[in-house]
């Protein structure tokens, strides 16, 4: 992977005013849904389509409710002794950050400038690309919607996660089909989707929930890695486990599922407990700087997922904007590791971390 050094050797603050226009850019492509708060924190977020967002929101307020210790006293060397990498399915990256997918961008864009699923997730490829990490891509109703971004996957060696949707099995084989033709690192699965309304009780699709059994039936047709995404306990890590995923995504949606639900950030210290080691652990819900990446790192996450942000980026600022706003993110969660002694990923323990009440 070539990184575009012009943006990862940026210093800090010109990064971060650069994203700041980025997220200026945005606003007319992100209205009426998306105000481009200056905290995307989820407090009446319209994008979500449940009334009250109340799971989105406590994603961000008790992510917040972790703090990181300091410890600036250790051999430092030079200054270039903070790793961040991570090897992932047999490719490295710079940071374990990738971007979440999300389908369909003109349902909930409705004034967005691309011209659709393909040219959106492109910019969001190339732009996480850029900086040497990667992203995922959605699935939803409508062909295109997967098999254009899987088409940018492609363009990218089938370096990122397409996410299949709960699907009946048989479909869902087809677009497995389709992701090894693509040569896709690893195959995602949001087990979540049956709650988006569009795609729920009297929706306009039909995606089911699946038993371990059906899970593993649906993927004995390949030999790639398989992530479920929308895990939020134990016992669904467990089964997770049982159906034979190499990882999970500890994710709620941001909530577009089910309202009232626990944040993910509280759920993720005791799958941890119960799968660590034995699968990758992704996380995402809330997650706005790299601070926050280091916590959940910190709380047992191997690999760390952005939503909504990434959505304004891309809006405004195409690959560019991507590449800057990731490029800021990884700024900060190496920053982290050099204040708290963390020279690499696996220093990151809960030890550096405090998980405060208020
Ligand atoms: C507009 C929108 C569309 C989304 N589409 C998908 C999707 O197609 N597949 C999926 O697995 N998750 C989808 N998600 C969920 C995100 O991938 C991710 O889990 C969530 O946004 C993370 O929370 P955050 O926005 O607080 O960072 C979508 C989320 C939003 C806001």
């Keep these: 992977m070539t990184v575009n050094t012009s943006i990862t ?3 800090y603050p010109q990064v971060r005013r650069e ?3 980025v997220f200026e850019n945005a606003r007319p492509y992100m209205k009426p849904d998306c105000r481009v708060c200056r905290v995307c ?3 009446n977020c319209r994008v979500i389509p449940t009334e009250r967002s109340g799971t989105a929101e406590r994603n961000y307020t008790q992510l917040q409710k972790v703090r990181i210790l300091y ?3 250790y051999e430092g060397g030079d ?3 903070i790793d961040s990498g991570i090897e992932l399915f047999g490719r490295r990256f710079r940071a374990p950050l990738m971007s979440a997918p999300f389908g369909h961008v003109k349902d909930f864009n409705p004034n967005t400038h691309f011209a659709g699923d393909y040219e959106f997730n492109k910019a969001l490829l190339d732009g996480t690309a850029d900086v040497g990490i990667c992203g995922w891509t959605p699935d939803t109703l409508g062909e295109d919607v997967f098999t254009g971004p899987l088409d940018a996957l492609k363009e990218h060696d089938g370096v990122g996660i397409p996410a299949i949707k709960s699907w009946p099995i048989k479909d869902i084989q087809e677009k497995i089909r389709l992701c090894d033709e693509a040569g896709v690192m690893a195959i995602g699965h949001d087990i979540d989707c049956v709650g988006l309304p569009y795609l729920s009780i009297n ?4 995606t089911y929930p699946k038993s371990v059994e059906q899970i593993k039936e649906t993927f004995s047709v390949t030999k790639t890695p398989f992530i479920l995404k929308g895990i939020m306990s134990a016992r669904g890590a467990l089964k997770a486990l049982e159906a034979g995923a190499s990882g999970i995504v500890v994710s709620n949606h941001s909530g577009n599922t089910l309202d009232q639900g626990l944040a993910t950030v509280e759920v993720l210290p005791e799958i941890k407990k119960a799968v660590g080691g034995r ?7 809330g997650v706005r700087h790299g601070e926050d990446v280091f916590k959940m790192l910190a709380l047992g996450a191997d ?8 959505i304004i980026a891309a809006e405004g600022g195409e690959a560019r904007g991507v590449a800057l706003y990731s490029q800021k993110i990884i700024w900060e969660l190496q920053n982290a590791m050099r204040m708290s002694g963390c020279r690499t990923l696996k220093d990151i323990t809960s030890d550096h971390v405090v998980i405060t009440k208020d």
């Design 9 to 11: 050797t940026m210093v």
């Design 19 to 21: 994203v700041e226009q």
């Design 41 to 43: 924190s989820g407090v």
């Design 71 to 73: 410890d600036t006293i």
């Design 79 to 81: 200054g270039s002794e």
């Design 203 to 206: 929706g306009r699709g039909k």
């Design 279 to 285: 699968m990758k652990i992704f996380v995402d819900g």
């Design 303 to 310: 690999v760390v997922m952005i939503g909504r942000p990434y």
